[in-house]
């Protein structure tokens, strides 16, 4: 019973922190409707002008991101709101179309979140780059290419970084390295 109990209070802990550590930063999502329903237009017309590539229309905002998808129907893959983020240790909910951007850190992004994120029916993205109080790792132009595998290795459906450049870079390495030749 103590056991139930402690792992019960250990995961709220747990989403209490990211769901503060989320709130408190600013993120740079990929495309974000801004901070009222009128850029949700743009966004999605953004969205839809990408053809193969998949854009995550992003906001912090619970009813803005809610709203965007109500009007969308659901076409455009969007980022787990701070609500969703708070409920995701305890429900199965559905995670289809939905991204879970959270930090590179194994503490937030480790390999059990990111497989039950994808058994839901949803995507991880990590920031590379500074994330509230965890550190940049991307702000030094020679990147230690061990460090991206071992963020790639666990499973990471998307990096969000300053260094895109650099990062294909050591991408490519690592998908050769993965290859079945190897």
Request: proline residues 5%; charged residues 25%; aromatic residues 8%.
């Amino acid at each position: 019973m103590l056991k139930i109990h402690l792992r019960s209070t250990l995961k709220i802990l747990y989403m209490l922190l990211l769901t503060a550590v989320l709130a408190a930063c600013a993120t740079q999502p990929i495309c974000d409707p801004g901070n009222d329903l009128s850029g949700m237009n743009a966004a999605r017309s953004s969205a839809e002008k990408q053809g193969h590539r998949t854009i995550v229309v992003a906001s912090a905002q619970h009813k803005i991101i809610k709203e965007f998808r109500r009007q969308d129907r659901e076409r455009h893959p969007t980022n787990l709101s701070w609500f969703e983020q708070l409920w995701l240790g305890y429900a199965n909910t559905c995670l289809n179309n939905r991204v879970l951007e959270t930090t590179y850190d194994p503490n937030y992004a480790s390999r059990n979140v990111i497989e039950r994120v994808r058994r839901l029916g949803g995507s991880t993205y990590v920031f590379l780059t500074k994330f509230g109080p965890i550190p940049a790792i991307d702000h030094d132009p020679t990147i230690d290419p061990a460090r991206i595998f071992e963020i790639l290795d666990r499973g990471v459906d998307g990096i969000m970084t300053d260094r895109p450049a650099a990062m294909r870079g050591i991408i490519d390495e690592w998908l050769e390295s993965r290859s079945p030749a190897h």
